[in-house]
């Protein structure tokens, strides 16, 4: 196995271990921790922030350099639009509506889990 499948191997590892505990602890309404919903809210922000770090680190030195800048364009449009209703929701909660929260929740659960980086991986495996 080479350097970089090793990396990349790791790096799935890494994304579906923090995903689990990144659920359990900030997603699942029952958690064991019984953490406000308030603060599991805010809790988002950084576990994206996290596997947006760690997905950039790991497709860094990949052959096919887009699969970075996918990354960096998609994580980086979720985490402004969740800072955006956010600020939105604090400022002018009557504005705030439940059906875009639950869009933004549902994307922010598939972007912790780590199918986005298998399919990432997948496209760059792709002959172009």
Known sequence: MNKANKLHRNMLIFLTLFGLVTYIVAVEPDNILHIKESI????????????????????????????????LLVYSFVMLMLTCYGALAFLKPTLASPNFR???????????????YAVLLYLGKQKG
């Open 40 to 71: 599991r809210r805010i809790l988002n922000l950084p576990a994206l922030f996290v596997i947006t770090f760690a997905g950039n680190w790991s497709l860094q030195k990949h052959p096919q350099p887009w699969l970075r800048y996918v990354w």
């Open 102 to 116: 639950n869009f933004v929740s549902s994307l922010r659960h598939l972007l912790i889990s780590p199918l986005p």
